[in-house]
């Protein structure tokens, strides 16, 4: 059977994420960051100095949507769906390619729905995350590794590199191999190398005037920071087991056992990347950075895709058609039973995702309910509940660092300065509410749906 055109796996792909657009239009606080930044990119006045730690990526991509009004966040929804899905299929391809024509189609299969139970991909792609970016440029890299195209494998890396700086050391060591592989392309090669770490490192200067602003921010202490673990380097082991169901790190230790033994080069030269991968995240968390789970994603995609081969060859390795639909059979209930948990968090997640669309849009309501956006401005730096800070900027139009989110706010230390307006949500999806210091006046201006505002005055 024919494989179809990728253009159409493509368009498909993006037609089916716009479509889930429909269903829950929810942004998470990073991705209104992004879209805040997109838009002061395209008015050359980018302000990083607030807000989540930098990468240029989401910005770059979304700066086009910026000029049409309104429709930036439902348009990076939609590609950023369109690519989660898009990674099942890419998935099932590496898987595939590496298992070979016999073991093939039970590779594929077992490598997407393990990618779709064991990486959080559902829970990134609803709110937005760049997180499926990624893997798409990863999974996608693994392919053209496979189809002996470097220079397109070590380009899809430095895409990567504007998501997460740990890819540059992958870039780096591939691009070296790059130089002596594909010699007439040395130039290409070499900016290649050192395109993603130069244009972070200009963009966040031009956003913030320094170098350090985006490191601070990915090394601010959080209640679930890696960093503050008795060990950093095993929490973060820890936290790729918590990324992957059980079947998966199995099967994929198994892949690498029979592929150690096969003399299989490539898929070891994939694992080796995975660990890797995971090494300097654990150094990184050494070092103070946060070592979330999410930082692991490239090595789970690709634990899921050494999985599928490992459960191909199994299936393959038996000789009756009873035994191979029977093992087939198995392996498809130990996946179900194990993913059963995350599947159903993720249903769950769907309807706290289509709360969170209604808040977003009934701040816009709340923000009209006192007089739009010149009133709101007009009395000082806005405050609102932190998770809600980077939406309520790219509403009012300000720049990240010119809204105030209250991180942490008590009585004592309210952590936001009057005179400001003041908007209030309740906890549960806004994040702590604003408190009010014992020497501040307030008053109560209008509420809307599930936002109540004041005005608050020293």
Do not use: H
């Not at 299969?109 to 499926?132: H, K």
């Not at 592929?259 to 080069?265: D, H, S, T």
């Not at 709360?355 to 009934?362: G, K, T, Y």
């Amino acid at each position: 059977m024919a494989r179809p055109d990728e253009r159409i796996v493509i368009a498909c792909c993006l037609l089916l994420g716009a479509a889930t657009v429909l269903i829950a239009p929810a942004l998470g606080y990073d991705a209104w960051a992004w879209m805040v930044w997109a838009r002061e990119l395209t008015q050359l006045s980018l302000d990083t100095t607030g807000g989540p730690s930098w990468k240029p990526l989401p910005v770059l991509v979304s700066a086009p949507f910026a000029w049409i009004d309104g429709l930036a966040p439902f348009l990076w929804l939609a590609l950023i769906r369109g690519a989660a899905i898009y990674s099942l299929w890419l998935a099932g391809r590496c898987a595939a390619r590496l298992a070979g024509s016999p073991a093939a189609a039970a590779a594929f299969t077992f490598a997407a729905f393990a990618l779709l139970v064991s990486t959080d991909l559902p829970r990134t792609a609803l709110y937005g995350a760049s997180e499926p970016l990624l893997i798409v440029c990863v999974l996608a890299a693994v392919l053209a590794f496979l189809s002996d195209r470097p220079l397109v494998a070590l380009g899809l890396i430095a895409v990567g590199g504007l998501i997460r700086p740990e890819l540059w050391l992958v870039g780096g060591i591939y691009g070296l191999w790059c130089l002596y592989s594909v010699p007439a392309r040395r130039q290409l090669t070499v900016a290649l190398i050192v395109a993603p770490a130069v244009l972070w490192s200009a963009l966040e200067w031009a956003g913030s005037g320094g170098l350090a602003q985006g490191a601070e921010t990915a090394q601010s202490t959080t209640p679930t920071t890696a960093a503050n673990a008795a060990s950093p380097s095993l929490e973060v082991l820890s936290r790729l087991g918590d990324s992957v169901i059980l079947p998966v790190l199995l099967l994929a230790a198994a892949a690498i056992v029979v592929a150690w033994r096969r003399g299989n080069r490539q898929l070891l030269l994939i694992a080796l990347l995975a660990v890797g991968w995971v090494v300097v995240v654990a150094l990184m968390a050494e070092f103070g950075f946060t070592g979330a789970r999410r930082y692991l994603v490239g090595p789970a995609a690709l634990s899921c895709v050494l999985a599928g081969v490992g459960a191909g060859w199994l299936i393959a390795a038996l000789s009756a058609r009873s035994l191979k639909y029977a093992a087939s059979g198995a392996l498809a209930i130990l996946f179900l039973v194990f993913g059963l948990f995350v599947l159903r968090t993720d249903a769950r997640l769907l309807s706290v995702a289509r709360l969170d669309a209604a808040q977003s849009e009934q701040l816009s309501g709340a923000i009209g309910a006192v007089g739009g956006r010149e009133a709101v401005v007009a009395v000082g730096k806005p405050a609102i509940n932190p998770y809600e800070q980077t939406g309520l900027a790219w509403k009012l139009e300000l720049p990240l660092s010119e809204v105030q989110g209250t991180w942490a706010s008590t009585e004592s230390r309210p952590n936001w300065q009057p005179p400001a307006v003041v908007f209030v949500a309740p906890a549960r999806l806004a994040g702590p509410k604003p408190a009010f210091g014992t020497n501040t006046k307030s008053r109560k201006l209008g509420s809307f749906r599930r936002w109540q505002v004041f005005r608050a005055d020293p």
